[in-house]
């Protein structure tokens, strides 16, 4: 192992297969960057061109900052992610706590009936979900969006976080108990700083179906006060007429408050990822 | 005055019954120890004891108070885990504190405490470290010092040595059992292994299956066990077995402590040598024998250093007064 990780050949290779899927997976990102910057007919003249100083054009992002309210749609797209990330972790990991740590009578039955959450899509419901905000005002709220998220991202968080604070030492909690801390104690003070970088891997995974959805923000709340950010840009897609410069630039907008935040995770996620391959 | 009684104690995980009807009384100041092979229970009558597992019947007291449906934090114990179960994110003094601070103790007492705890387990120059940046038995020594601060009525340990490598386990057993007579504290103490029991033990017992098999001083369940488990539990190397009849003895199996027999050119069994270990001090002969299991293999222990070579053929005696008789169910006959 430690030799084959020494050869200058075999390390060559891994990186040059690393490389090439780090381009091929950069590569429509950068794309729509270097157009967002171009004018309309440098866009369709030469596609993969730097921008130059004859092709250079903010025309895009100035179309996106004078229509519509774009700065609202982002804060949209911030305010329903963040509040759903923070819902899903929390209620998430207090589930998976219950389910790996208490002995109860339909343990098992509850874990599989939260797992079957991931099987089935939740946008199979659409119709009823509707109906169910429609009879409670919810529609064209950022609420709704929020709970149809949470609900989304549940199962898939309890089954990770369950799976890892199993991990947790027994020995370690009981300590607690004996020390007198509670049970909340115990789950927030011992438990959640060793599950960390679960819990960065399940906002990254929720994060990013969340952004870009648009299919919810559409049925459950187009009003312009509440669009979010993928919402928003669709006003530049048109049935005959696509204001290209528009649609690049408010994508390279969107793509920015991602990227921070999965900065801000990836060293927890990848921690998490390969924590049961280095023990 | 009993630092801790039982009364049928009873403990069952769904159909799977791991405690029965487990009656023990412990006195204040005396060092018990649990043993038995792992899957006897000795962990889950700890646990029942710290109130971490309720018991399915049965009542626990801690210094004459019923303490059955008390709280772990509450019950005036202190436990000291296999794998030290610090808390990663706290340093050594946070680590010994929590507990006297959630119990809402004045500073002026924690300090305090923490200061004598620390220097009696010479962690005086690491108070201020992580978990993470201290050794294996260091962290062992923290948390003795975390069970240490609280004052308890009984200390638990659970097999504390068994992560330690065994020239410190040896060190720390002394500590423990000199920590024992300075604190004068009553101390129960699970393991497996049975050298940890007969040096620390003022009082062992051995469980199996969730029964007590025989309670006694160590020397008391060496020189007079009352069945073939115990018999065969205690001692390293553990007690030979071999049919009785094949040796014209009464009962239906006869043990024979590996010490008790010798090489002897007159003996009564016959046998091949198949391995021998040599320890310096003394020397143990694998012996196969032809005889039915378990007396198919015996194991004899000399004293100093012999010659003997695998292959060869020897003849076993043995003194009559060291042979223990046991019927067929593996009661003593005495």
């Known amino acids: 192992m430690n030799k084959a990780r020494h050869n200058p050949l075999n390390s060559g290779l891994a990186h040059l297969a690393l490389l090439t899927y780090t381009a091929i997976a950069l590569f429509p990102v950068a794309v729509i960057l270097i157009n967002s910057f171009k004018t309309r007919k440098a866009i369709f003249g030469a596609p993969l061109a730097l921008p130059d100083a004859q092709s250079f054009s903010l025309i895009g992002y100035q179309t996106v900052m004078k229509q519509g309210d774009f700065f609202l749609y982002f804060q949209n797209s ?34 599989l009936y939260l797992a079957l959450g991931i099987m089935i899509p939740i946008r199979i419901g659409t119709v009823a979900i509707l109906q169910m905000m429609v009879a409670t005002g919810l529609v064209n709220t950022l609420a709704a969006l929020i709970l149809v998220y949470t609900a989304q991202g549940l199962p898939l968080a309890v089954f990770i976080l369950s799976e890892f604070m199993r991990q947790v030492s027994d020995d370690l909690k009981n300590a607690g108990r004996i020390d007198g801390m509670s049970e909340y104690a115990i789950f927030f003070r011992l438990v959640l700083p060793l599950v960390r970088p679960a ?12 952004w870009n959805d648009l299919w919810f923000p559409l049925i459950l709340a187009p009003s312009e006060a509440t669009k979010t950010l993928t919402l928003g840009s ?14 690049l630039s408010a994508l390279s907008l969107a793509i920015l408050p991602v990227l921070v935040l999965y900065v801000i995770f990836s060293r927890q996620l990848i921690r998490g990822i390969t924590s049961g391959a280095v023990k | 005055m009993t630092a801790l009684s039982l009364e049928r104690i009873s403990k069952s995980f769904g159909p799977v019954e791991v ?14 120890v649990f043993v038995g092979p792992s899957g006897c229970g000795k962990s889950t009558l700890l646990r029942v004891i710290a109130g971490l597992e309720d018991a399915t019947s049965g009542r626990v007291r801690i210094g004459g108070r019923d303490v059955t449906a008390t709280p772990p934090a509450k019950r005036g114990i202190a436990m000291v885990f296999q794998s030290y179960a610090l808390y990663p994110h706290l340093d050594v003094r946070g680590n010994m504190t929590l507990g006297l601070k959630q119990a809402g103790e004045a500073k002026a ?74 604190l004068g504290a009553s101390m129960i103490y699970v393991t497996h292994d049975q050298t940890e029991a007969m040096t620390l033990a003022d009082r062992i017992v051995v469980l199996r299956d969730g029964r007590v098999e025989q309670v006694g001083s160590p020397m008391d369940l060496y020189n007079d066990p009352d069945n073939q488990f ?61 005889m039915p299991a378990p007396g198919d293999t015996l194991t004899v222990r000399l004293f100093g250093q012999h010659a003997h070579e695998v292959g060869e053929t020897v003849r076993l005696g043995f003194a009559r007064d060291g042979a223990y008789a046991f019927d067929s169910e593996g009661r003593r006959l005495r």
């Open chain 2, 109 to 182: 007492t924690i300090d305090e405490r923490v200061a004598v705890a620390a220097r009696m387990l010479s962690l005086e120059g690491y108070l201020e470290r992580r978990p993470a940046e201290l050794s294996g038995g260091q962290r062992q020594r923290v948390a003795i010092g975390r069970a240490i601060v609280r004052k308890p009525e009984l200390f638990l340990f659970d097999e504390p040595l068994s992560n330690l490598d065994a020239a410190l386990r040896m060190a720390t057993r002394v500590e423990i059992a000199r920590l024992h007579r300075e």
């Open chain 1, 234 to 247: 669709q006003v530049f897609i048109g049935q005959f007429v696509t204001d290209w410069n528009a649609v």
């Open chain 2, 19 to 32: 405690l029965k009807d487990i009656d023990l009384e412990v006195s204040e100041g005396e060092f018990v």
């Open chain 1, 199 to 210: 819990m960065a891997t399940v906002a990254v995974f929720n994060m990013i179906p969340i």
């Open chain 1, 78 to 111: 911030m305010i329903v992610t963040v509040v759903s990330l923070g819902l899903i972790l929390l209620f998430g990991a207090m589930a998976a706590f219950a389910l790996s740590e208490y002995r109860f009578r339909g343990n098992t039955l509850m874990g």
């Open chain 2, 230 to 290: 115990v018999a065969g539990f205690l001692g390293a190397p553990s007690m030979n077995f071999l049919p009785s009849a094949a040796l014209g003895l009464p009962g239906a199996v006869t043990g024979i402590r590996p010490e008790q027999m010798s090489i002897s050119g007159d003996g009564p069994v016959a046998g091949t040598v198949t391995h021998v270990e040599r320890l310096g001090g003394d020397t143990n002969l694998l012996v196969a024998t032809g």
